[in-house]
């Protein structure tokens, strides 16, 4: 991977350099995302987000360049002006490391008076992480997904129902859950767009709600500093 070099210059007037590392869009999916910064240079992104991400200094191990045009012309159209030699920007996605560690939860279920059909549906999806940064200090990060009940369908012996990112309003972050009647027994994929970022088995509650959240976060919603 390629690398940059960046620095800051700490409360007591030290100057700090490291090595951030370029991630192909292929990889970010393994990281953690710390948000978006849109600014004149990535060296402007950093201090965007120095100033408004918690510990981003120890944290922040890799950076992607983003394309988007809408983005940046909004931006650029905003802040011209203000400041009216700046003729662009660039879109920088920065990201930081998940641990080896998983964390499961096992959710209640879904209760609805008059809807019994659903009883066999969790309330909400909760997916966790733990991400460590430079210090190996770690952190728990957690996204909960919760049911459109408009999405659930039965056909035959398999009810259906969809699940999102309770903070994702463009509903890119889902997963459905499928419950087979006959067999007592569930499938669960978790998507992102429409790529599928894992999936479980099983027919005990326990378990395989367990071995569903165990998939964790892949990915964060990406926001802006």
Not at 20 to 47: N, P, Q
Not at 73 to 91: C, D, F, Q, R
Not at 144 to 162: C, H, I, N, R
Request: hydrophobic letters at 35%; glycine letters at 6%; aromatic letters at 16%.
């Amino acid at each position: 991977m390629n690398t940059i070099k960046i620095n800051h210059v700490t409360d007591g007037g030290n100057k700090e350099e490291k090595e951030i590392y370029e991630l192909e869009e292929k990889d970010r999916y393994k990281y953690h995302s710390l948000g978006l910064a849109i600014g004149v240079s990535i060296d402007y992104c950093v201090t965007l987000g120095l100033k408004h991400k918690d510990d981003f200094w120890h944290r922040v191990y890799g950076y992607s360049v983003i394309q988007n045009e809408r983005m940046e012309k909004m931006m650029s159209e905003a802040i011209k002006k203000v400041k009216l030699e700046t003729e662009s920007y660039v879109t920088v996605a920065f990201y930081e490391r998940f641990s080896d560690k998983k964390i499961m939860f096992v959710p209640k279920r879904l209760e609805i008076p008059n809807r019994p059909e659903l009883n066999n549906f969790p309330f909400n999806i909760a997916f966790g992480a733990v991400t460590i940064n430079d210090n190996n200090v770690e952190r728990y990060v957690t996204s909960v997904y919760e049911p459109d009940l408009s999405t659930f369908t039965w056909e035959g012996v398999k009810k259906k129902m969809k699940y999102y990112n309770n903070v994702d309003i463009k509903r890119y972050f889902w997963a459905e859950i499928v419950y087979d009647i006959d067999r007592q027994s569930y499938i669960g994929t978790k998507y992102c767009g429409d790529t599928s970022a894992g999936m479980a088995f099983g027919g005990n509650w326990d378990m395989f709600f367990s071995h569903f959240t165990a998939l964790g976060i892949t990915s964060s919603i990406d926001m802006l500093f």
